[in-house]
């Protein structure tokens, strides 16, 4: 029997095929590995089919509970690097992720809407990450805003956070003009796609939810409510099925807030600091201190908005926080 950290030979997929024609939805959990909330939820939906509490009434649903499995198999983040990074199919796999792309990504473009349950660290509510306007542009030009902002509203949580590939390319092309590393002069956008924005440039859609801190009790049944959401919404399983449904406490205020994230500030120096324990989606005001250089300088807010992902940890070279304001989309 092989050890549980030997590096798995296969991704486990449940998938369950309606005799009557429909959409085709894909659920991943534990792209991250250790973010286990969606897998936990994925595993209660295939018993509630096993079980006969559910019932698939058209289209194609496929479950992967846990998509990183050498990730998951150890508790961390990654496994060889960060799966939901520049994510193609490469022809000579480098690494595990590598090697799990090759399968992950045709099955990804056989479904036409992703569902992606994640986690994150530092404490926060939940949160969905969408895509951008319908555009023809060439970096991510897309075709399905209001279905994806539907099923982005549809899913619980009321806060909303666009502009991810727009701003990360934003920052590749700052990281271009002054490196700080020797690995930041040759950049590359492609590195800010991940399962969303693979399955928007094949031709579909979907978001990334954000279920809450990875050890919050609640996180599972954030994400278990959402996939019940979703399938109710795209009208594949029937709208009054009283199967599964956990308990979510509401947020005091219901109505959605967008952000727009616009600006990624890397870490550029081990002796950066932040001027307190920020938590994403703390409010900062125009010209507010967010952190110090090694060298004394102050780090700004541009403008009124929100700092997004901070991360106290950052390597140099490496995203240290996001900056958003409100935006004028309206779900
Ligand atoms: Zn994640």
Redesign the pocket.
């Known amino acids: 029997m092989s050890l549980p950290t030997a590096h798995p030979t296969s991704l486990r997929v449940h998938q369950y095929l309606g005799l009557q024609p429909g959409p085709r939805l894909i659920v991943l959990g534990a792209?991250?590995g250790n973010?286990t909330c969606g897998t936990t939820a994925l595993h209660a939906v295939i018993e509630a089919f096993d079980q006969g509490r559910l019932t698939l009434r058209r289209g194609q649903l496929t479950l992967v509970p846990v998509t990183n499995a050498l990730a998951h198999a150890r508790h961390a983040r990654e496994g060889e690097r960060n799966l939901?990074r520049k994510l193609v199919p490469p022809a000579i796999p480098q690494d595990f992720e590598d090697r799990v792309a090759r399968v992950l990504c045709p099955l990804l473009r056989a479904h036409e809407v992703l569902l992606d349950l994640?986690s994150f660290h530092t404490a926060g509510e939940p949160f969905v990450m969408v895509g951008p306007r319908d555009n023809d542009g060439l970096l991510e030009p897309f075709a399905h805003e209001q279905a994806e902002a539907a099923l982005a509203a549809s899913l619980g949580p009321r806060l909303i956070v666009e502009g991810w590939l727009e701003t990360y390319a934003r920052g590749v092309e700052r990281r271009r003009a002054h490196p700080v590393t020797a690995a930041q002069a040759m950049p590359d956008p492609q590195f800010g796609v991940g399962t969303t924005e693979y399955m928007r440039a094949c031709g579909g859609y979907g978001v990334t939810l954000e279920c809450g801190q990875h050890d919050d009790p609640q996180a599972p049944a954030v994400a278990h409510q959402a996939v019940m959401r979703t399938l109710r919404l795209l009208g594949m399983v029937d709208a009054e099925v009283a199967e599964p449904a956990p308990q979510v406490p509401a947020a005091p205020d219901t109505a959605h807030t967008v952000m727009c994230l616009f600006d990624v500030v890397d870490c550029e120096h081990a002796g950066d600091r932040f001027t307190r324990e920020w938590a994403s989606f703390d409010p900062v005001q125009a010209g507010e201190v967010i952190g110090h250089r090694d060298d004394g300088r102050a780090v700004l807010a541009q403008t009124d908005g929100w700092i997004v992902f901070p991360n106290p940890r950052a390597q140099v070279g490496q995203e240290w926080f996001y900056l958003a304001q409100a935006s004028a989309r309206a779900l």
């Open positions: 792209v991250h973010e939901n994640h």
